[in-house]
């Protein structure tokens, strides 16, 4: 079993759609969860950095934690074509490295 | 966020020659920084792990001597690929984060090519 697990898509939604990006965790000792955002052929960046369970907003983004059925979610709000992109879920293994699930490509029309 | 670079974000290179890519993490110190590889419509996987001054980590099946790791300062890492064939081009990116289980922010990644 992989440790994180995230549905590949390809998820495509009109411009405005709120859009849910969800990935599941295999051990229940992970405590920080992070979100990363790639776009084609650059590096992926940093959108939410989250520790244990709870909610954390930043502007259009909310990352959602469930520890209790070992699952992550992000959320973006008011989606734009510019968010088109593969979304990355992470978290921090048991031996401190950050493992990441497959990927979310998410494409938002106009 | 915090920020990384990378150098050279592209390269073409002839078959047998090495190559040298530099990452730097330009507003904070990195006491870890890491190589990754990625291949078109995959995830990234992790080729290394350095801390400074010390030697690499090299994950299982990455050859120590074809992808040479330096991590000369709190900022600064390289990686050398040494004669390097068609089968190295990927595209590679480095990371970086301040402290165990930290923020850890990617580099803007280098294609390699090689001819």
């Known amino acids: 079993q992989k440790e994180v697990e995230q549905d590949p898509g390809p998820l495509s939604v009109p411009e405005g759609a709120i859009v849910s990006l969800n990935c599941t965790y295999s051990?229940?000792?992970?405590?920080?969860f992070m979100w990363y955002r790639q776009y084609s052929r650059k590096g992926p960046e940093l959108l939410m950095y989250?520790?244990?369970?709870g909610n954390k907003e930043d502007g259009r983004f909310t990352a959602q934690v469930d520890k209790s059925s070992k699952y992550i979610s992000l959320f973006i709000r008011d989606s734009q074509p510019s968010d088109s992109a593969t979304y990355l879920c992470a978290t921090y293994n048991a031996g401190n490295m950050l493992t990441f699930g497959g990927g979310t490509r998410l494409m938002v029309k106009p | 966020g915090a920020v990384v670079s990378q150098h050279p974000s592209r390269v073409i290179c002839k078959s047998g020659t090495s190559v040298k890519i530099e990452c730097r993490s330009l507003?904070?110190?990195?006491?870890?920084m890491f190589w990754y590889r990625q291949f078109p419509k995959q995830s990234l996987m992790l080729m290394a792990t350095s801390n400074e001054g010390s030697k690499a980590t090299y994950e299982q099946g990455v050859e120590k001597d074809k992808f040479l790791i330096n991590h000369a300062s709190l900022t600064l890492s390289t990686l050398t690929v040494t004669s390097a064939h068609p089968e190295d081009s990927s595209f590679y990116i480095c990371?970086?984060?301040?402290?165990?289980?930290?923020?850890?922010?990617f580099g803007p990644g280098t294609r390699l090519t090689v001819l």
């Open positions: 051990n229940s000792a992970f405590q920080y």
């Open positions: 989250t520790y244990s369970s």
């Open positions: 990371s970086a984060r301040v402290r165990e289980a930290g923020e850890q922010f």
């Open positions: 507003d904070f110190q990195a006491t870890t």
